[in-house]
Nanobody, 124 residues
Framework: QLQASGGGLVQAGGSLRLSCAAS????????IAWFRQAPGKEREGVSC????????YYSDSVKGRFIISRDNAKATVYLQMNSLKPEDTAVYYC???????????????????WGQGTQVTVSS
């Protein structure tokens, strides 16, 4: 299971840190991604971190503002979100996949486990 937390209401320019805690499986062997879904829009991949060497990926919309990291000892992945914009408003989901590679990391079907989502609202 994955448990996402840390969402909330923040003003534009502010910061939030999301957490994704894993249980029931060994997070060490899984690539972890954050997706988000705004009302009326498709769920989109925001960031991903690989299982072995911690290689990271960011979508163009968040590059330079968001930082993904993982603490395998705590079985937790974090998404530090800085310089938030109103367009970042969405429900954020974490996902874990055992076969994540560069060509499939943005595909929802590549992930085995999903968290329940946490709401992020950025006011202007």
């Amino acid at each position: 299971q994955l448990q996402a937390s840390g969402g909330g209401l923040v003003q534009a320019g502010g910061s939030l840190r999301l957490s994704c805690a894993a249980s029931g499986f060994n997070l060490d062997y899984y690539g972890i991604a954050w997706f988000r879904q705004a009302p009326g829009k498709e769920r989109e991949g925001v960031s991903c971190i690989s299982s072995i060497n911690g290689i990271t990926y960011y979508s163009d919309s968040v590059k330079g503002r968001f930082i993904i990291s993982r603490d395998n000892a705590k079985a937790t992945v974090y998404l530090q979100m800085n310089s938030l914009k109103p367009e970042d408003t969405a429900v954020y989901y974490c996902a874990a996949g055992s076969r994540i590679i560069l060509s499939n990391l943005r595909q929802k079907s590549a992930y085995d486990y999903w968290g329940q989502g946490t709401q992020v609202t950025v006011s202007s």
